[in-house]
């Protein structure tokens, strides 16, 4: 099974802040791996597929790089409505696994 | 537009059963991957199982195997899932999910909570 591990468990940003989460997957993965949103009380959200595809309807701002074991989701000039715990993804081989999360609280 | 409506969830004592249903509809259902997706009250994301659109592959994780099934029927354009031999670790918010081509998750249905408790 292919573990994922994101870093910061916990970040507390202020509004337009650059951020940055980390995901390293426990082998190569190729560019398997997606990112999505989860805010309180709500289903999670697709944010990025392939480590750097952007999606329909998904604020700019949001952006991924990476491959093989090292990915990094960007969020550029931080809003208010980000405030979210964010998930990691692979599908690079079964079981699926996802990361921790990351949690992002606004100031 | 995409909607995935899950239902079946609710209390059940630890040993029983409990078949968790999702009706999807504004797309063609029998064209893609579907999933089931758990997570515990306030932890993570759990990929639960997946289904090919013919029903032909299925996949779960180990610690399902054996006690859950996963299963579709494309005429009525809904996917299940049986769960047997419930513990109390199963206690999770359900997901149902489309899964283009067994890769992202591109949409989510609002999920069902399922408390496994005495």
């Known amino acids: 099974e292919i573990v994922l591990t994101q870093s910061p468990d916990f970040q507390s940003v202020t509004p337009k802040e650059k951020v940055t989460i980390t995901c390293r997957a426990s082998q190569s993965i190729g560019s398997s791996l997606h990112w999505y949103q989860q805010k309180p009380d709500q289903s999670p959200k697709l944010l990025i597929k392939y480590a750097s595809q952007s999606i329909s309807g998904v604020p700019s701002r949001f952006s991924g790089s990476g491959s093989g074991t090292d990915f990094t989701l960007t969020i550029n000039s931080l809003e208010a409505e980000d405030a979210a715990t964010y998930y990691c993804h692979q599908s690079s081989s079964l079981p699926f696994t996802f990361g921790q999360g990351t949690r992002l609280e606004i100031k | 537009e995409v909607q995935l409506v899950e239902s079946g969830g609710g209390l059940v004592q630890p040993g029983g059963s409990l078949r968790l249903s999702c009706a999807a509809s504004g797309f063609t259902f029998s064209s893609y991957w579907m999933s089931w997706v758990r997570q515990a009250p306030g932890k993570g994301l759990e990929w639960v199982a997946n289904i090919k659109q013919d029903g032909s592959e299925k996949y779960y994780v180990d610690s399902v195997k054996g006690r859950f099934t996963i299963s579709r029927d494309n005429a009525k354009n809904s996917l299940y899932l049986q769960m047997n031999s419930l513990r109390a670790e199963d206690t999770a918010v359900y997901y149902c999910?489309?899964?283009?081509?067994?890769?992202?998750?591109?949409?989510w249905g609002q999920g069902t909570l399922v408390t496994v408790s005495s």
């Open positions: 999910a489309r899964v283009p081509f067994l890769t992202h998750i591109d949409y």
